[in-house]
């Protein structure tokens, strides 16, 4: 399997969409729902970037396995309240096929801080083939590597990264979301792991974690992978 190359690119808002909870649990004061856009059909890869032989494209799925939802009312990410543990395998889920990601019931209120304990080994497919990629064969990479440990858990426990492009293995990672960055970095948290929540999640709502996938798949030389993903909370 070819390497996976991977640059994560966030811009998260959040949006208490409802103050009455539907869906498959009407009883969860908070659900958060995944989903992703793909590139329109008939849109041709585009060249250009770096490496100078890149070719973008969209991806038709993208999967990662997550463990488990924190939250914070505090924007430096202290006093992580549980909201769902998935099963300790992890949950793989498909933002593009709109799936549920997370549900709970925590305390209502304004959280500065969302945290998300999912894979590193990210996956995807390449919605139409051009280049090295192969247009419904699943790529896998590895975003946190061996040789680096600069990541903390949800309690500020260092987390080494392990595994490579070519053989990734699975670190339970943690993406803090925060409202204040800087008070999360202050704390110790890495900037690599840290996302910039552009509003508090407001709780009870609904949320959508979005995967803007449309030119998310770049070749490059022999080498298929997942670049450029940006997501956002609506």
């Known amino acids: 399997m070819r390497p996976l190359v991977v640059t994560l690119a966030f811009a998260a808002t959040v949006a208490g969409c409802s103050s009455t909870p539907s869906g498959p649990d009407a009883g969860a004061a908070l659900t958060i729902y995944g989903a992703g856009s793909a590139a329109p059909s008939g849109v041709a890869p585009q060249t250009g970037g770096s490496p100078d032989d890149a070719i973008f494209g969209g991806a038709s799925s993208v999967t990662i396995r997550l463990y488990a939802l924190y939250i914070s009312p505090n924007a430096d990410c202290s006093a992580p309240v549980l909201v769902q543990q998935l099963p300790a395998a992890g949950t793989d889920k498909d933002f593009m096929q709109n799936p549920v990601l997370f549900q709970g019931t925590p305390a209502t209120g304004s959280y500065q801080c969302v945290m998300f304990k999912m894979s590193d080994v990210l996956k ?3 919605s139409t083939s ?8 699943e790529y896998s990479g590895d975003i946190y590597r061996e040789g680096e440990s600069d990541w903390k858990d949800v309690d500020l426990n260092t987390v080494v990264g392990t595994g490579t492009d070519e053989v990734p293995a699975d670190d339970h990672v943690t993406i803090f979301m925060s409202t204040d960055p800087a008070a999360a970095l202050a704390r110790g948290i890495s900037e690599h792991q840290m996302v910039t929540l552009l509003s508090p999640m407001i709780v009870p709502g609904q949320n959508t974690f979005v995967m803007d996938a449309s030119h998310a798949v770049m070749s490059s030389g022999s080498n298929c992978g997942l670049e450029k993903i940006e997501p956002s909370f609506h």
Do not use: E, Q, S
């Open 130 to 137: 051009f280049g090295a990629c192969v247009a419904g064969v």
């Open 124 to 126: 995807m497919k390449p």
